[in-house]
């Protein structure tokens, strides 16, 4: 089997939404070659197919068969965000002690805003220079009564565009 061809095909036919013919290209080298990034690809697909029990299975198969690989770690954090916060921070953790990549540190403080730890978010955040990172820092200046703060960063977080802050959840959000 030509590894170099399968690859591009299978990520040709992700990138255009075809992802029953990439996860059963997937299956054929998995079986082939069961490595910790074939099951963490093949995790993803099966998000995108909204597979989310089979999806955990293969990531929580990627994290044992590699546990140097952030991906696994950090996509079964993404996944258990809501479903379970606790799991998450766990995953997130180990994928932090492995790399310190800035959507980790964005995740990592999504779920301590989550808890009320703004103080925590602040610090986790303060180095990262991007929308969201600036949102977040908005809202945990907001929350802790930080006004002017507050607005300095949403205001630098729109200045990258992001349209995406909720008005109604800054009227509203806890303090």
């Known amino acids: 089997m030509d590894f170099e061809k399968s690859y591009k095909k299978i990520n040709d036919n992700f990138l255009k939404g075809n992802y029953r013919e990439t996860f059963k290209d997937l299956i054929k080298i998995y079986k082939l070659n069961n490595k910790s990034d074939i099951s963490n690809k093949i995790g993803v697909v099966l998000l995108k197919l909204n597979k989310k029990k089979f999806a955990r299975k293969f990531f929580e198969i ?39 990549k800035p959507e980790a540190r964005i995740l990592k403080s999504h779920l301590l805003i989550n808890r009320y730890q703004y103080i925590a978010a602040i610090e986790l955040l303060e180095k990262l220079k991007s929308a969201e990172s600036f949102y977040l ?4 200046h907001l929350a802790l009564g930080n006004d002017t703060k507050s607005k300095s960063y949403f205001d630098e977080s729109i200045k990258f565009k992001n349209n995406q802050i909720n008005f109604l959840n800054l009227n509203t959000f806890p303090r």
């Open 62 to 100: 990627s994290a044992k068969e590699d546990n140097n690989n952030f991906k696994p770690f950090f996509n079964l954090a993404n996944l258990l965000k809501k479903s379970e916060p606790n799991l998450s921070e766990k995953y997130i953790n180990l994928a932090l002690k492995i790399e310190n």
């Open 137 to 140: 820092l908005g809202l945990s």
